[in-house]
């Protein structure tokens, strides 16, 4: 009854994004294009080079090349509708839209988290149990992992979505963000949030803490496992790719913590805009440099693909 309420009496929002900065609306339009453009072509190149590249099917590039088709799906997402909002005066999206949005949004969010966690069990088990790795990594549990990331994330989402717009709004359409976004549109209700507040909260720390707790263990493993090594190869080539992935961790989930591990209504509206910024267009188009520049894999396969060296 509610959540047809409030569509009925609201049929658009206007997404207020960085209007208050007219100024920069030009300048932050050429600057996300940029970036947006990097993360298509980065991404793609990951996924395509994964998937032709006979060397590359393995575990760690099985997950990399879905970590990539999550970041473009993640940006696409969000940015092209703020694109659309910094060219012109059009700053509107349907009930319809919106809601469409927030669910995508919320689902590959939660689904990266989980495969993050997911990334970091191969990296422990290739480094920690070399001998075994094949059999716990087996091609079908691998493909078994990836999708139950997937499943959580849309599976979460439709709940955490629809508590979210039971909220009533009371004929409330002004959206103080450039997406959709749970602590944007819980500030529009004109009735008591604590509940839904207590409810982010707890998913939030259910889907950021304990992942990042699960991957800081797995790293604490393998650590160890590193200072007992005594090839200078081996330690090297550790480095590389978890290094690589502890860095992508890090630019994932710090500015995610600080968005969604306090209560919306504490959380200062421009600020939230500015970190938004960061985990939506920023860190999408730094993870395919950050396990590219200096991974040997990857650049042998991208000069075996275009036939050209590489500058080392």
């Not at 604590?194 to 699960?214: D, G, K, R, Y």
């Not at 160890?224 to 590389?240: D, E, I």
């Not at 790719?241 to 961790?249: D, I, N, P, S």
Request: one cysteine or more; glycine letters at 4%.
């Amino acid at each position: 009854m509610m959540i047809k309420k409030n569509a009925s009496s609201e049929d658009f929002f206007i997404l207020l994004g960085f209007s208050n900065w007219p100024q920069l609306e030009v300048v932050l339009f050429v600057v996300i294009l940029i970036f947006y453009l990097m993360t298509l072509t980065g991404n793609l190149f990951i996924i395509i080079l994964s998937y032709v590249d006979s060397h590359l099917h393995t575990p760690m590039y099985f997950f990399l090349s879905n970590l990539s088709f999550l970041d473009l799906c993640y940006t696409t997402s969000s940015i092209p509708q703020l694109l659309v909002n910094l060219w012109g005066p059009e700053k509107t999206i349907s009930y319809a839209g919106c809601m469409v949005q927030l669910y995508f949004v919320l689902a590959l969010g939660i689904a990266e988290c989980v495969l993050l966690v997911v990334m970091s069990y191969d990296r422990y088990a290739a480094v920690c149990r070399p001998l075994h790795y094949t059999v716990l990594m087996h091609p079908r549990f691998c493909h078994l992992l990836a999708a139950a990331s997937w499943v959580i994330g849309f599976t979460i989402s439709a709940l955490h979505s629809s508590f979210t717009f039971w909220v009533p709004l009371c004929g409330h359409r002004l959206v103080d963000h450039f997406f959709c976004e749970v602590p944007a549109l819980l500030r529009l209700s004109c009735v008591d949030t604590h509940a839904n507040e207590l409810t982010l909260m707890v998913m939030s720390s259910i889907f950021v803490l304990i992942p990042l707790t699960l991957i800081l263990t797995s790293y604490g493993a393998i650590a160890r496992a590193v200072l007992s090594m005594q090839s200078t190869t081996g330690l090297q080539k550790v480095f590389r790719t978890c290094g690589a992935h502890l860095m992508v961790v890090s630019l994932f989930f710090i500015p995610v913590m600080c968005m969604y591990l306090q209560p919306p209504s504490e959380n200062s509206p421009d600020q939230g805009k500015f970190i938004a910024l960061f985990y939506t267009v920023v860190t999408p188009s730094l993870n395919p440099l950050i396990y590219t520049l200096r991974n040997k894999d990857v650049k042998g396969a991208a000069k075996r693909l275009l036939g050209w060296e590489w500058g080392m």
